[in-house]
């Protein structure tokens, strides 16, 4: 999958077992409908019963080292008693492509499914040697090039980092203080909408852990729960039924995640039958209170970090105000939507939330956050373009 995050081109995966290969069948797992579903091929969701009256077909090509070769894809629920009959897909002369358990690496392009054995194969050999054909028409077609917009806000970026520490436009030490103070410097006006700040690129400023091998979760997106499927109905019920009292206000800041239940006994639950994200509570008399539709954490994603610039820089507090040193860039690009329900089942997306009321009986609610580990970052972004912004000391 190296080669294919590297170019930002999403794919999903498929591991044939014995058992299918030896009967031509294969479960259409939550990530492979999902996929489907995402690229605009098939949704088995509105699809009848019945392989011969319901069924759909997709052109496919079985590319390898040495042989390429056409491919029928089929999708379709077979007919079940009492029940609509589990998704299934198979591809015609797959048993001559793969061996039990190999893993297989499928793209979308166009109306066709590109696969690619990644187990027997190495992906970037084939695509090195093969200097014509499908496989290099398609991979330059998805991985694109946005580079003049990069290059330009790279450039400002040295040019800040150049002039030395910014000096903080917020009195506190709060954590958008670093955010407003690079748009600031860049002339990028505040606003509440949700587009990316540049240009087109999202800017992720951050404070860089000293001594630290592990820094801080960073923010992917906010999204409110959809509270037509929800059992409660806004961020005041959520308050109402968990929230404690801080000092003046009665708030409600915590994590949420799908590993462990947290200490308002909260945590997540994923519904991959459904394509729903379902927050539940430990509480028999609640149970699940707030539901996402997959779907829309997937675009509220895709949409945010489509081309993001993640910088990092130095805080230090001069004269009682907070200065920032401009450190690093991490450029990231397209992230691979299919992963993201993965990490959410690890717990290495989490959400976060922040509601309180003040003591006028205002509600007021700055997520949810959903927030990944630092360390995760390259799992759901193709392998990235790092920049140092410290400026280069003559000899």
């Not at 999708?75 to 589990?86: I, V």
């Not at 297989?104 to 194969?121: E, K, P, S």
């Not at 014509?132 to 980092?161: F, I, K, N």
């Not at 003046?248 to 994923?270: H, P, R």
Request: proline share 4%; with cysteine; glycine share 8%.
């Amino acid at each position: 999958m190296t080669v294919l995050t590297s170019q930002s081109i999403d794919a999903t995966l498929i591991q044939p077992t014995k058992t299918g290969l030896g009967k031509s069948i294969l479960d259409a797992t939550a990530p492979i409908r999902n996929y489907l579903r995402r690229h605009g091929l098939h949704d088995y969701e509105l699809q009848g019963t019945g392989a011969r009256d319901n069924g759909v077909e997709l052109e496919s090509l079985l590319v390898g080292k040495a042989t390429e070769s056409t491919s029928r894809t089929s999708l379709y629920r077979p007919k079940a008693k009492g029940k609509g009959g589990d998704p299934r897909i198979w591809f015609s002369g797959l048993p001559n492509f793969v061996q039990p358990d190999d893993l297989v690496a499928i793209v979308a392009y166009g109306r066709q499914l590109i696969c690619f054995n990644i187990t027997r194969d190495d992906l970037g050999s084939i695509l090195q040697e093969r200097l014509e054909g499908p496989a290099l028409s398609w991979m330059q077609t998805l991985s694109g090039d946005a580079r003049s917009t990069s290059d330009e806000l790279l450039g400002q970026l040295r040019q800040l980092a150049a002039k030395g520490p910014l000096m903080s436009v917020m009195p506190d030490r709060a954590d958008t203080a670093i955010g407003r103070t690079l748009e600031t410097a860049l002339g990028i006006q505040m606003n509440s909408r949700k587009d990316p700040d540049y240009k087109g690129i999202e800017l992720k400023a951050f404070r860089k852990a000293s001594g630290q091998s592990r820094q801080n979760r960073k923010t992917l997106f906010a999204k409110v729960a959809n509270w037509q499927e929800s059992k409660f109905k806004s961020s005041r019920e959520i308050l109402d039924a968990f929230g404690y009292q801080r000092e003046e206000d009665f708030k409600l800041y915590c994590t949420v995640s799908a590993k462990t239940i947290n200490s308002q006994g909260l945590s997540f639950e994923l519904d991959d039958r459904l394509g729903k994200l379902n927050e539940r509570s430990d509480q028999k008399q609640i149970g699940v209170f707030a539901t996402w539709f997959l779907e829309d954490l997937r675009k509220a994603l895709a949409e945010k970090h489509n081309e993001t610039f993640w910088v990092s820089a130095t805080a230090e507090m001069v004269d009682g105000r907070e200065h920032f040193e401009l450190q690093s860039v991490l450029h990231t690009q397209k992230p691979i939507l299919s992963q993201f329900e993965i990490l959410l089942s690890q717990g290495e997306i989490t959400m976060d939330h922040l509601i309180k009321r003040n003591q006028r009986g205002r509600v007021a609610e700055k997520g949810p956050l959903f927030k990944i580990d630092s360390v995760s970052l390259p799992l759901l972004f193709p392998p990235s373009i790092s920049h140092d912004l410290r400026p280069v000391m003559a000899a």
